[in-house]
Nanobody, 126 residues
Framework: QVSLTESGGGSVQSGGSLRLSCRSSYWNHCMAWFRQSPGKGREGVAVIGVDGSTKYADSVRGRFTISQDGARTTLYLQMNSLTPEDTAMYSC???????????????????????WGKGTQVTVSS
């Protein structure tokens, strides 16, 4: 069983930055960040695949950067130019991705990732 622990959330003003981390108890082939705000469904934010390739939601592309450490056990999300619309609970997910699913499927939540963290809250004030 793989456990995931997120950290780095907090409250910032619009235009500010935060860096989220997700520590895994074991290495993973692919990892992703999702977010959910009250009254909205879960949204894929960014994903990193087996080969290190990345994909982002349109709403965060150019502002957020997903990365992993060399051991593939810690996932990061650097978030810049934050807006109130980015306010949400951010959760990381991980999977061995043995079937090499397309990143688009991971981002749209169409591939059921096996492991999830409990989330870290990000609040952006105007």
């Amino acid at each position: 069983q793989v456990s995931l622990t997120e950290s780095g959330g907090g409250s910032v003003q619009s235009g500010g930055s935060l860096r989220l981390s997700c520590r895994s108890s074991y290495w993973n082939h692919c990892m992703a960040w999702f977010r959910q705000s009250p009254g909205k469904g879960r949204e894929g934010v960014a994903v990193i695949g087996v080969d290190g390739s990345t994909k982002y939601a349109d709403s965060v592309r150019g502002r957020f950067t997903i990365s992993q450490d060399g051991a593939r056990t810690t996932l990061y999300l650097q978030m810049n130019s934050l807006t109130p619309e980015d306010t949400a609970m951010y959760s990381c997910a991980a999977d061995y991705c043995l079937s090499r699913p397309p990143l688009e499927r991971l981002l749209r939540g169409e591939y059921a990732m096996d492991y999830w963290g409990k989330g870290t809250q990000v609040t952006v004030s105007s």
